[in-house]
């Protein structure tokens, strides 16, 4: 694994990919890897004959300077795990690389962009991530790019950044990487306190309680919502929403057939979590069907 810390350097390695027509797949992270991103490299491994991973902790998505100040940093580390998983280029450029003086363009997605997390985090969050990812596509110009489902939100704007752009890359999203008592992993997780870990699992315990309500033949949505709620009493939530994974909508009173997303923001202590769960609807309530979206439920949870 080579580690690149220009855009000069990164274009010159890559020539010969490009020129040979050799599958370029990138991995966009801010580091402190864990399972979740390695899923990620490993998929692009498979799928890719040159594999980039990016590794930047991005200011311009921070709203907080103490939370960017905060975000754990270890170069080392994550340079032998994603070496460890065949990442071919660690590209981590400094903040000057990225944003050089006299920088003053930005990126917007309007729309997807504006509930959840544009809401509780204001919008110059995303405006941070699509500015810096249309910049790593510049930079890499992968074929194929890799984000998590974790951050459903951002997976939505990140393929509408490219297919609003014409980004000539493919959008592939893998699935959330959870620990063993189904909280999804994520670099914050390490700033949770022995009891904020275990009140930190009240986020996928709601999404579950949703899903089962869902697989149970209810379809109000406001007592989906409320099974979820009773779940969520020790934390600090910002928002718990069913919504049409698409668009972002909020489902309306009853929730159809189809595909819902169920989203939930909350602090725990000073950490906030996010987790998200897609959750099959059928589309009436006959006995099969009902019966399928149960085995779903029950398979999760053995899975989570
Ligand atoms: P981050 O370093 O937090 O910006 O994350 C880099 C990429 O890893 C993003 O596309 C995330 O959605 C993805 N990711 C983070 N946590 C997980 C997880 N638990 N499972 C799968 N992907 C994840």
């Known amino acids: 694994m080579k580690i690149v810390g220009t855009v000069d350097e990164l274009r010159d390695l890559l020539r010969p990919a490009r ?21 990620l490299i490993r998929q692009a491994r498979e799928q890719c004959e040159v594999v ?20 754990p940093r270890d170069h080392a ?15 981590a450029p400094g903040v000057e690389e990225v944003y050089p003086q006299g920088f003053t363009s930005r990126v917007s997605v309007s729309g997807v962009t504006e ?15 699509t500015t810096v990812v249309a910049k790593l596509f510049n930079m890499v110009q992968p074929d194929v790019a890799y984000f998590g489902q974790k951050d459903a939100q951002q997976a939505v704007v990140i393929r509408r950044l490219a297919l609003d752009l014409d980004f000539a890359v493919r959008i592939e999203i893998c699935p959330t990487v959870r620990e063993p008592d189904g909280l999804a992993m994520s670099s914050r997780n390490e700033r949770l306190s022995p009891s904020d870990r275990r009140r930190a699992t009240a986020l ?39 919504v049409n994974p698409d668009t972002l909508a909020p489902v309306g009173e009853r929730i159809d ?17 996010i987790d998200n769960q897609s959750i099959q609807v059928p ?17 999760c949870s053995a899975r989570c």
């Open 19 to 39: 020129r040979s027509e050799r599958t370029i797949g990138l991995v966009p992270t801010m580091g402190a890897l864990h399972e979740g991103h390695l899923s």
């Open 115 to 129: 509930p959840l997390e544009g809401q509780h985090r204001g919008t110059a969050h995303f405006e941070g991530v």
């Open 204 to 242: 996928h315990r709601a999404l579950r309680a949703a899903a089962e309500a869902i697989a149970s033949d209810e379809r109000t949505t406001g007592t989906v919502i409320a099974a979820a709620m009773a779940e969520l009493e020790n934390v600090e939530l910002d928002y718990f929403e069913l």
């Open 283 to 299: 589309s009436t309530s006959d006995g099969e069907q009902a019966g399928s979206a149960k085995q779903e439920v029950l398979h």
């Open 77 to 91: 580390r994550d340079g032998e795990l994603a070496a460890g998983v065949g990442v071919d280029y660690l590209f």
């Open 257 to 273: 057939g189809g595909e819902v997303l169920a989203v939930v923001a909350a602090r725990v202590g000073a950490t906030r979590l």
């Open 52 to 71: 980039v991973m990016s590794l930047f902790v991005n200011p311009a998505q921070f709203e907080e300077p103490a939370d960017l100040d905060a975000y």
